[in-house]
């Protein structure tokens, strides 16, 4: 390893106002490693990225980079000087082409004029080095996000980049997906560009780092190599105790459900051509069925169409035994179904509407806007549950953009829990969430099943699937390809159906 750091920042403070989000931290990035930086949300990660990239100016330390005094204006000056970044949230145009996100901004040009053929023979050569099969003159937009976000990486290796910086890039990912990610990463890394990784992905981090540096609370913990530390050790320097959380996870059984009751939500035969074949799917009271299946199985597009945001071409529903349509998600909310969605920036938070404004909005818009939820009653809302989560900062009247992604993220499941629905779709919501609050997250969910609500459970992550599920359907290619339930519901078992497609379904 090159004994120069790329990179070195030192004494690095960043204030918004009251909150100190950076005090005095140090990074160290040398050519050729992969270096994570782990910390719990809001502990100060995307901000020190941003201080590097010249989106904060900071209030007080240095950056160098080769060794030499540097300040970015911002990111195109960062990305000049080879250092290129791929946030937290796509931040593409999801109604241009693949092609022209690829290349916006410099794009080929002959005599003056956009090279169109050129730009599409570039930005397959493009896809073909992150080995993407994307017909690069499709709109990004009908692409599922965690291909946005492998189109917005593969934008950042396209200009020269020494320095590469992800912020959680994988959240979104499948275990394929994040194979074929790291693949490049280490082929860039061997090519000796230095990268800098987000993850709350414990195992990830262990498997592509070299080293580490762990933030807690806007301060510098340490650096370590990353073979010389633990599991333990690392969770236990981000959160700064042991975590007792982590044990007792263990979920208590709900009480079933008596088998004469009606199921909260009977689905059968429902489908939508394209999306996902015609599916039977019955949700009881107290019950948690768990959705498993890669990214582009279906699973989300079911969700979908339980939720009334896209419309079924086949099938039927039953809510507690009566046939309804769901045409729309404001029906569906009328039926008592709610729905928080994977993509919370395009369906979910409000960035500049306040944390409080942002829990009440599905319950304000349910009970119409002529009337309005009073403010006290808003202000206890939004107390009781940033409390329950554990929301940071505790202040109900600070900006939602302003939070961590993470707690973003918090806020949105805290919106669809106020209205305790009878029905609680649930698609990725541990995503982008650290250790800690995954696990509060979950005994969460598990707590709302205990009081009688019926929940679909969505998640990459098949541990918690697993964990938190009394029965899984397991999808493949568009298809529901197993029911399990009781003790067939174990992550190999899973895993195999997802691989396999097993039989015919149970
Ligand atoms: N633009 C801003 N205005 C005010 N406060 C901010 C702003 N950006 C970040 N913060 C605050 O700074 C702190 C650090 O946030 P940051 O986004 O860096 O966390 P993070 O480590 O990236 O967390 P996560 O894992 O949730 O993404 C948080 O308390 C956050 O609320
Ligand atoms: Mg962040």
Redesign the pocket.
Known sequence: MDRTPLVEMSGISVA??P?Q?LASVDLRLHPGEVHALM??????????IKALTGVHTVDAGEIRVHGEPAAFGGPAAAQAAGISTVY?EVNLCPNLTVAENLLLGREPRRMGRIDWRGMRRRAVEVLGTLHLDLDPSSALGAHPIAMQQLVAIARAVEVDARVLVL??PTSSLDADEVAELFRVIRRLRDSGVAILF?S?FIEQVFEISDRMTV?RN?RLVGEYRTAELSRMQLVSAMVGRELEVLERLDRAPAEPAADDQPAVLAASGLGRRGAVEPVDLAVRAGEVVGLAGLLGSGRTELARLLFGADHADSGEITVAGRSVRIRSPRAAIDAGIAFSSEDRKAEGVVGDLSVRANIVLAMQASRGWMRRIPRRRQYELARRWIELLDI??ADPD??L???????QQKVLLARWLIMQPRLLILDEPTR???VGAKAQIQSLVAEQARQGTAVVFISAELDEVVRLSDRVLVLRDRRAVAELAGEDVAVDRVMELIATGGGTRA
């Open positions: 918004f106002g909150v989000a910390g719990e949300n809001g502990a100060g990660k995307s901000t020190l937290q912020d959680e987000v709350h933030l806007g940071r900062p600070a900006l953009g302003n939070l961590s992604g993470g707690n982008g969430i650290d």
